[in-house]
């Protein structure tokens, strides 16, 4: 069982060029989340998917778009990457919604240059 | 629009002392409360996780309370240890089921 998983750990990009980053969850949680941190900021979220097939934004939605391929698997994907998008972005699930604790991945370190 | 606060932000101590770490959240109208810890460089790990209609939830030398009331929360750790050394993290739900709302963190250094 290995939880929440996510790739690449680490990202060196230039500004303008596109990435998509890959969270899986072997738990057959239904919500799925991605968030960003940033130092002093706490996390933040970009966008969730409370169940299979439904997609909704969150606090940061602006540069990116998800993809709830299936009910293990939400990707995240910078159309065209900015500096200001340089961030650790963590990936969570829950069994359900935000009553159930969530179980986050380890993470992506991402910088654009 | 919920926001929530963490003090201190930074805190250093010798092991074995008891300490309590603060939480603040500005939209009482919550249903739960979720204490995690982050250790350098690594994902959030659940910790406590407190209903609304609980006061208090405890997992080993860990304590968390919740009063709504005041729109505080607490994480009480009993006899600190440098293993708990790590940045702590409580999130409060923010209008609607999906979304969590995390203060910025107490980064917490145990020293032998």
């Known amino acids: 069982n290995a939880g929440v998983t996510q790739t690449p750990k680490f990202q060196v990009l230039k500004t303008g060029q596109s990435m998509t980053l890959q969270c899986a969850q072997d738990?057959?949680?239904?919500?799925m989340y991605w968030y960003r941190q940033d130092p002093g900021m706490g996390l933040r979220l970009i966008y969730y998917?409370?169940?299979?097939?439904?997609?909704d934004k969150g606090e940061v939605p602006n540069g990116y778009n998800v993809s709830r391929l299936n009910k293990r698997e939400f990707s995240l994907r910078l159309e065209s990457a900015a500096p200001s998008q340089t961030s650790v972005y963590f990936c969570?699930?829950?069994?359900?919604?935000?009553?159930?604790?969530?179980?986050f991945g380890p993470g992506t370190r991402l910088t654009v240059l | 629009k919920q926001e929530v606060t963490q003090i201190p932000a930074a805190l250093s101590v010798p092991e074995g002392e008891n300490l309590v770490l603060n939480c603040s959240f500005t939209d009482s109208a919550i249903y739960n409360l979720q204490w995690f810890r982050q250790d350098p460089g690594k994902g959030l790990t659940s910790l406590l996780l407190?209903?609304?209609?609980?006061r208090e939830q405890t997992s080993g030398r860990l304590n968390a309370s919740l009063d709504k009331s005041s729109g505080r929360s607490t994480l009480y750790i009993a006899a600190s240890q440098p293993g708990d050394s790590a940045t702590y993290l409580c999130a409060a739900p923010s209008g609607g089921y999906n979304k969590l709302i995390f203060g910025a963190g107490t980064r917490l250094a145990v020293h032998p």
């Open positions: 738990m057959n949680h239904n919500s």
């Open positions: 407190i209903q609304s209609s609980q």
């Open positions: 969570a699930s829950s069994v359900e919604r935000n009553t159930d604790t969530q179980y």
């Open positions: 998917s409370a169940s299979e097939g439904t997609t």
